[in-house]
């Protein structure tokens, strides 16, 4: 008889690599695309279901309609106090002007617009730094009783953000030339942004895990970009040398707080771009799952990928959201997903999604074609 799954059992089953009925999937979006994508579903639009970081967190409607497995807990309780997306501009929690760019008629995206810690000349400099602490980043009220109800009315497995940005918060507070330059001549005053880093996320995961751990399936890092489109940002050795010992000492925290509320609890690093030289570090550090997984940057062949690394970690994304998505016919889309399928599923380890947030100019035609052929191409064959 064929095990019937529910959409947070087939997520389990994929994530401890092992193959549930079919591959599961995962919706990420920017908040113009959803809106598109809600009117062409004939469905609520919901802009309190936004955070500041340019993520739209759909709603159980829109993921029943398209059959998702995974929901993402809305972030408003990590957002600043009074954030609305009608602002132009606001300064984050961790000091960081952010202000509302326009590019195309109806898309949007807020962008860092300044770098207080520019001037920072000595670790005492950012160590004195008016640096955010739990109360500033998280409010549990706004979180533990969602989750609670999500996790009892629905099926999807819940996941979140929380943590990270061990790497890349400190080029948002420093500079980014000024950083990588000062990750090779001046690493003292890197290195101690960076442990500032990992001191806040061990208590704000703590927090986090406290309020609703036992609800989630996953749990996701902070962007922590490594990679660019054609290569590394920053040599391999570099990363070995000072931030994977950071991510390892953060990731194992993470495990260790997870696990007191679900002891199968994943973790997942967010990296874009060319990352396969770093796979090896990345997953000797901890990372359960790599997300959003790139198949047109450089050296992320996902059929080599899977090779390699698949029996180690789990992979999210890889459907071409720069080029199949964006521009391609419904046919393109379909033979996209059913090239990823084909590369990342077989033995479990995968979910299926696009490689990165769907942007506004997506057709919302080629969105249900993608889960369309998600779910046709995933099956797995008993």
């Not at 860092?112 to 004195?128: C, I």
């Not at 391609?328 to 077989?346: C, F, H, M, Q, Y």
């Amino acid at each position: 008889m064929t095990k019937v799954y529910s959409r947070r059992e087939r997520v389990a089953e994929a994530l401890n690599h092992r193959e549930p009925d079919r591959v599961p999937c995962d919706l990420t979006i920017s908040p113009p695309a959803y809106g598109v994508l809600c009117e062409h579903l004939g469905i609520k639009y919901e802009p309190y279901w936004w955070d500041d970081c340019n993520h739209a967190f759909p709603s159980v409607e829109c993921l029943e309609k398209l059959d998702v497995d995974v929901m993402h807990i809305p972030a408003y309780a990590f957002v600043p106090k009074g954030f609305s997306m009608e602002l132009p501009e606001f300064r984050d929690q961790w000091g960081v002007l952010r202000k509302k760019v326009e590019d195309t008629p109806g898309s949007f995206m807020y962008i860092n617009a300044d770098v207080p810690l520019k001037d920072a000349e000595t670790v005492e400099d950012v160590l004195n730094y008016a640096w955010p602490t739990v109360d500033d980043l998280f409010d549990p009220s706004k979180i533990e009783e969602l989750a609670k109800q999500l996790y009892k009315d629905t099926d999807f497995a819940l996941t979140l953000v929380t943590a990270g940005h061990v790497f890349e918060m400190p080029h948002f507070l420093m500079g980014f030339e000024r950083y990588l330059i000062d990750l090779y001549e001046n690493e003292e005053i890197a290195c101690a942004a960076m442990d500032k880093m990992v001191e806040i996320n061990k208590k704000l995961f703590t927090a986090v895990m406290k309020a609703c751990g036992k609800y989630l399936t996953y749990v996701r890092t902070n962007g922590e970009d490594i990679g660019t489109q054609n290569g590394p940002l920053l040599a391999p050795d570099k990363y070995r040398e000072l931030v994977k010992p950071r991510h390892a000492e953060e990731w194992a925290n993470m495990k260790n707080e997870f696990h007191k509320y679900n002891s199968d609890g994943k973790i997942a690093m967010h990296t874009c771009g060319s990352i396969k030289a770093f796979l090896p570090d990345i997953i000797d550090a901890g990372a359960d799952i790599i997300n959003p997984i790139q198949p047109n940057a450089r050296d992320m062949d996902t059929g080599e990928l899977k090779r390699l690394f698949g029996a180690k970690v789990c992979f999210h994304g890889g459907i071409d959201s720069q080029g199949a998505l964006v521009s391609g016919s419904v046919d393109d889309v379909r033979a996209e997903v059913k090239r990823r399928i084909n590369d990342l599923a077989p033995g479990g380890g995968y979910i299926a999604t696009p490689s990165h947030n769907i942007q506004f100019g997506v057709p919302p035609e080629n969105i249900i074609a993608m889960y369309d052929a998600i779910h046709e191409f995933g099956v797995y064959k008993k």
